[in-house]
């Protein structure tokens, strides 16, 4: 199964065993919200010079007791990258060699992981996003805007 709203589930499955006679079996659940957070509000580079690099470092913090997958679309911010250091499988480094700018982690349950934004200047450029992000395949929620300070 892979749900892809919150929701109660029960149902039943019918097995088929070759020689036996055929089985049901009731199965239940709930599926559970993701909840993910980036505990660092905001992230200020400062001056950096073209051509060489800064990284800020942040803290992914799952808040639920299953995994979750996340997914960072940098596509259009090709001057920064993400860094999850020893947290990045097989597939999430194939992914983003297939995919540039975007990058993959999964984050186990109730798990914190130190992570990396690098900013790598092409360019004289200011930028002011939200990090686009994706929860086990679903468009995470736009957070709030930050007041502008009077």
Known sequence: MAPNVVSKFDCCVRVAIRGWKELELRMGGHVILPSVDIVQKGFAFG?????????????LVNHTSTRTKLEFDLRRYKDFSLVF???NTPEDYSHTLMHPGLYTVTIQGEETINCFLEFTPSEVAS???ILPVTINNMKAPTPAPTPIPA
């Open 47 to 59: 001056g950096v010079f073209i051509g060489s690099s800064s990284r800020l470092e942040f803290d």
């Open 85 to 87: 250091p020893g947290k």
């Open 127 to 129: 930028y002011d996003f």
